[in-house]
């Protein structure tokens, strides 16, 4: 029902194949180069929050509802459940490309990630207050949007505390993604921001007719 469907996320894989999750609907769906459109194996969401993919073309799905995160490879069975513990409304997933899996807690008020290769969670970022979105870079530093406190958070990939991107005039910042060499996207409000890698400038980029844009 293209007319109930409600679009969360988005991302794209280096074949240029598009995920999008579908709230309403609560289904993912991937859309190749070449126009066909198809389903993810992801079974029983509730409430498809932000998608991700890595380099070996694992997607992943932040199930709000039920508060779990999901991967599954296209085409190769059924679902699987990641092992985050006491998660609370996973708004975001993001992966980087050492394959660290980070989740966006919501109602816990933190960013909580699954390092690669096994191991408990770690808890990255805490103290925000209700983050949404979040973006890895090439070096895997994490770009996190603490949406009540009209920030956006950097988390540098060698630990230690996150750092305030200093963007100016953010308005409950939602969503957040960053390009290859380093510029960030902030949807806020109606509109994208972006900020320049290396220079800092921050402008409005020209979309129009933008109603609560959630990822970029």
């Excluded at 949406?147 to 230690?160: K, L, M, Q, S, W």
């Amino acid at each position: 029902d293209p007319e109930g469907s409600v679009t969360v996320s988005v991302t794209v894989d280096g074949a240029g194949t598009v995920y999008v999750s579908d709230d309403f609907d609560n289904v993912v769906v991937g859309l190749r180069p070449g126009g066909e459109v198809f389903p993810l194996d992801f079974l029983y969401l509730d409430g498809a929050a932000g998608v991700a993919v890595d380099d070996r073309g694992a997607v992943f799905v932040a199930d709000r509802g039920k508060d779990r995160v999901l991967s599954v490879v296209s085409g190769a069975g059924v679902a699987s459940v990641l092992p985050f513990t006491g998660l609370d409304l996973p708004r975001d997933v993001a992966v980087d490309r050492f394959g660290n899996v980070f989740a966006v807690d919501a109602f816990n008020d933190r960013v909580v990630k699954l390092p690669a290769g096994g191991g408990a969670q770690v808890v990255v970022a805490s103290g925000l207050d209700f983050p949404s979105g979040i973006a890895v870079d090439v070096d895997g530093n994490a770009y996190v949007a603490d949406t009540n406190n009209d920030r956006i958070v950097r988390i540098p990939a060698a630990g230690g505390a996150p750092t305030v991107v200093p963007f100016t005039g953010l308005i409950g910042p939602f969503g957040v993604g960053v390009d290859r060499v380093g510029n960030l996207y902030v949807t806020e409000q109606n509109q994208v921001v972006k900020r320049s890698a290396g220079t800092g400038v921050q402008a409005t980029l020209p979309f129009t007719d933008l109603v609560g844009p959630n990822d970029v």
